[in-house]
């Protein structure tokens, strides 16, 4: 039986530390969450505002039930389209300073189909080391020709723009890197692209909602704007909902709805989901209060975490990793903090490449500055 080689390979997976397994939460998504029946205390979701339970989001999503009903029964070139998703795109395109906006399922989506409706045969897509896996696929499944730049090297990737004559250039990029927290060049990125007239993809799934005066993301973090960028951003981590969102030039978007295959071969997600996101592109502009408070936690844990053996890599973002490197070393520490009431999930290859299993701490402005000192005081414990 062919079951034979699939158990197999999980066998083996298990052996060197690099089974995956789920948990089941009680609760719902905040730092108090209860995991199998047990109290924990949480720092591995990506809702940096805390709003994935917002009372103000709870309520239009009901209210969107309501008036809407659940599904939306249809892909959005067919009769799926709502008012409320329209109304969401307008505002998500104001919201970000861009002319137009295109609602996507997922993230994960929404670059497949960006990256596929703009580059293809004969063209090239220009993609950094450690960009999510999701612009990796994207890329793969455009048949473009595939070239990537180590880490945030833009002598590199210069290098490789020089080198290519013929057919369109894309570069793709995470504005901010998703198990590093640090955040690309993009002003050096929109430089190149200038200069070597290639689009730029800017990937901002933990930017937007959490960088930026009133969380307007990474592009209004860094102060750059040009018709040449094509914005992404999800809208199931710091917008606390779900689905995702492109921004661009008019013409773009025209052509993703066109062409975006994972945009036009799909139903569109339930309208309600607009009405909540609506809703929390308010709170979200109404949170400089929120952001601020979740500067003050990242600069406490960057100090508290000073003088464990565990390297602290750099990050300025609500993104903290601790560097242990050895996946069992990783897990066992994960475990560690769990027998104390503490998760964070330790990130083992492929996730991240090989030898740099790390924790990957995340920081919501729902966390208090005594939830961090709980952390801290684990990690100190388990590093004697
Ligand atoms: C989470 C994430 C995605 C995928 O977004 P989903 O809406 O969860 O599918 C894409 N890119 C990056 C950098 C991410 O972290």
Same mark, same amino acid.
């Given at each position: 039986?062919?079951?034979?080689?699939?158990?197999?390979?999980?066998?083996?997976?298990?052996?060197?530390?690099?089974?995956?397994?789920?948990?089941?939460?009680?609760?719902?998504?905040?730092?108090?969450?209860?995991? /199998?029946?047990?109290?924990? !205390?949480?720092?591995?979701?990506?809702?940096?505002?805390?709003?994935?339970?917002?009372?103000? !989001?709870? =309520?239009?999503?009901?209210?969107?039930? $309501?008036?809407?009903? %659940?599904?939306?029964?249809?892909?959005?070139? %067919? +009769? *799926?389209?709502?008012?409320?998703?329209?109304?969401?795109?307008?505002?998500?395109?104001?919201?970000?300073? &861009?002319?137009?906006?295109?609602?996507?399922?997922?993230?994960?989506?929404?670059? !497949?189909?960006?990256?596929?409706?703009?580059?293809? &045969?004969?063209?090239?897509?220009?993609?950094?080391?450690?960009?999510?896996?999701?612009?990796?696929? $994207? @890329?793969?499944? +455009?048949?473009?020709?595939?070239?990537?730049?180590?880490? +945030?090297?833009?002598?590199?990737?210069?290098?490789?723009?020089?080198?290519?004559?013929?057919?369109? &250039?894309?570069? %793709?990029? /995470?504005? %901010?890197?998703? @198990?590093? *927290?640090?955040?690309?060049?993009?002003?050096?990125?929109?430089?190149?692209?200038?200069?070597? /007239?290639?689009?730029?993809?800017?990937?901002?799934?933990?930017?937007?909602?959490?960088?930026? #005066?009133?969380?307007?993301?990474?592009?209004?973090?860094?102060?750059? $704007?040009?018709?040449?960028?094509?914005?992404?951003?999800?809208?199931?981590?710091?917008?606390?909902?779900?689905?995702?969102?492109?921004? =661009?030039?008019?013409?773009?978007?025209?052509?993703?709805?066109?062409?975006?295959?994972?945009?036009?071969?799909?139903?569109?997600?339930?309208?309600?989901?607009?009405? =909540?996101?609506?809703?929390?592109?308010?709170?979200?502009?109404? #949170?400089?209060?929120?952001?601020?408070? !979740?500067?003050?936690?990242?600069?406490?844990?960057?100090? *508290?975490?000073?003088?464990?053996?565990? &390297?602290?890599?750099?990050?300025?973002?609500?993104?903290?990793?601790?560097?242990?490197?050895?996946?069992?070393?990783?897990?066992?520490?994960?475990?560690?903090?769990?027998?104390?009431?503490?998760?964070?999930?330790?990130?083992?290859?492929?996730?991240?490449?090989?030898?740099?299993?790390?924790?990957?701490?995340?920081?919501?402005?729902?966390?208090?500055?005594? /939830?961090?000192?709980?952390?801290?005081?684990?990690?100190?414990?388990?590093?004697?």
């Amino acid at each position: 039986m062919p079951f034979t080689e699939l158990q197999n390979e999980l066998n083996e997976r298990a052996a060197q530390g690099l089974l995956r397994q789920r948990r089941t939460l009680d609760s719902p998504q905040s730092p108090h969450i209860v995991v /199998d029946g047990e109290p924990y !205390l949480s720092f591995c979701s990506n809702d940096y505002l805390g709003l994935a339970n917002h009372p103000r !989001l709870v =309520a239009a999503l009901q209210q969107g039930a $309501a008036q809407y009903g %659940v599904g939306a029964g249809a892909a959005h070139l %067919v +009769s *799926g389209h709502s008012v409320a998703h329209h109304q969401l795109e307008q505002a998500l395109a104001a919201f970000v300073d &861009k002319p137009a906006a295109l609602l996507f399922s997922t993230g994960y989506m929404a670059n !497949l189909g960006a990256v596929q409706a703009l580059a293809g &045969k004969g063209d090239t897509v220009f993609a950094d080391k450690l960009n999510h896996a999701s612009l990796n696929d $994207a @890329m793969l499944l +455009s048949r473009a020709e595939v070239k990537r730049y180590r880490h +945030s090297d833009m002598a590199q990737l210069a290098q490789l723009l020089e080198q290519t004559r013929s057919g369109c &250039k894309l570069i %793709v990029t /995470d504005a %901010v890197f998703s @198990m590093d *927290g640090d955040l690309a060049p993009l002003p050096e990125l929109l430089a190149l692209c200038e200069q070597y /007239d290639a689009w730029l993809l800017v990937d901002d799934a933990h930017g937007f909602g959490v960088l930026g #005066g009133q969380g307007g993301g990474s592009l209004a973090y860094c102060g750059i $704007a040009s018709p040449r960028i094509i914005y992404m951003a999800t809208l199931g981590k710091a917008a606390g909902v779900f689905g995702a969102f492109v921004a =661009a030039e008019q013409v773009v978007i025209d052509t993703l709805v066109n062409h975006a295959r994972s945009y036009v071969y799909t139903t569109a997600t339930p309208p309600a989901l607009a009405s =909540a996101v609506l809703e929390s592109l308010e709170l979200i502009g109404q #949170g400089d209060a929120l952001r601020e408070h !979740l500067r003050e936690l990242i600069a406490q844990l960057r100090n *508290g975490l000073a003088g464990l053996p565990w &390297k602290l890599m750099p990050s300025d973002t609500a993104i903290q990793p601790l560097l242990v490197g050895d996946n069992r070393a990783v897990l066992a520490l994960s475990e560690g903090l769990r027998e104390r009431g503490v998760w964070v999930a330790a990130i083992r290859p492929p996730t991240v490449p090989q030898g740099t299993a790390r924790l990957r701490i995340t920081l919501s402005a729902a966390h208090s500055a005594k /939830d961090v000192t709980c952390l801290l005081e684990a990690l100190h414990e388990l590093a004697r």
